[in-house]
């Protein structure tokens, strides 16, 4: 059984021993979700050299910035059928990926044509939510299905005390899907030799909200009289670190409370854990 995550952030004032538990409940969970799920595929030796490159091109784009990242093995990722997610999660919307905090467990569908450019793709997606900025919390008032542990913070996702209410999600999905595409059109030629591709079109999801963080950057960078891609990678760092100063500047841009009004208006269209 592969290593699971060993650096936890906790929000709130809790025990020393309330850490420890919570801890080692989040790592016992890692552990069982590698275990296969229903209608798993058998990864092939090609699925495992994708994963194991895709892990090592996120590591290397943040070891660059100076940001800390725990390799993901091939046991963490599972892997699927064209519409094997819907199976799984019945209410998930256009997706055929997906990352969960909790666990830590990634699921990724193989599309029809079985498109390797596309699945590493996704892959990249995939690895790059988990390496964001994590913080859960431990609330006592509130037991859920995982005790009184919940994902307080993942990248631009942050969630009320009790895990409910989660804000920001569209936004995340862009920073992610972004840094993603840049990770991928940056190792290109990697890729192309490793995997042999002849397939390496670029497939961009999210779309519409890269649009909207596109046309959010340029108000942001207009607003500090700064090139766009400084503001860009302040976005980029703090979405791995949690800093999170510059939503202020968005709230300026987009007016009180665009941003919360913007995540709420575009929810269910596009929610992808
Ligand atoms: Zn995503």
Redesign the pocket.
Same mark, same amino acid.
């Given at each position: 059984m592969s290593e699971t995550r060993q650096n936890f952030e906790f929000v709130g004032k809790n025990t020393g021993e309330e850490i420890d538990s919570a801890k080692k409940y989040l790592q016992d969970l890692e552990s069982f979700a590698m275990e296969k799920t229903n209608g798993e595929l058998e990864k092939t030796e090609q699925d495992i050299t994708m994963i194991r490159l895709a892990d090592q091109l996120v590591a290397n784009f943040l070891k660059e910035i100076n940001i800390p990242y725990e390799h993901m093995d091939p046991e963490h990722i599972h892997v699927l059928n064209e519409g094997g997610l819907k199976k799984i999660i019945p209410n998930l919307h256009n997706s055929s990926?997906t990352?969960s905090v909790m666990s830590r467990r990634i699921t990724v569908e193989k599309d029809a044509s079985h498109s390797k450019g596309l699945f590493i793709q996704k892959l990249i997606? *995939?690895l790059v939510?988990q390496a964001s900025k994590t913080k859960f919390a431990i609330d006592d008032d509130n037991e859920n299905d995982n005790g009184k542990i919940s994902p307080y913070r993942n990248g631009y996702v942050a969630s009320n005390k009790s895990g409910e209410g989660v804000y920001f999600r569209n936004l995340n *999905?862009a920073v992610? *899907?972004k840094i993603a595409v840049q990770i991928y059109i940056r190792n290109k030629d990697r890729i192309k030799n490793v995997l042999n591709l002849q397939d390496n079109q670029i497939g961009v999801t999210?779309m519409s909200q890269i649009d909207f963080l596109d046309d959010l950057i340029g108000k942001m960078a207009e607003l500090r009289h700064e090139p766009r891609i400084d503001t860009w990678k302040r976005m980029e760092r703090a979405y791995f670190t949690g800093e999170m100063m510059h939503l202020r500047d968005i709230e300026k841009v987009l007016g009180k409370g665009g941003l919360r009004k913007y995540a709420e208006e575009n929810l269910g269209a596009d929610i992808?854990?």
């Open positions: 990926g990352y997606h *995939e939510h *999905e992610t *899907e999210y992808t854990p």
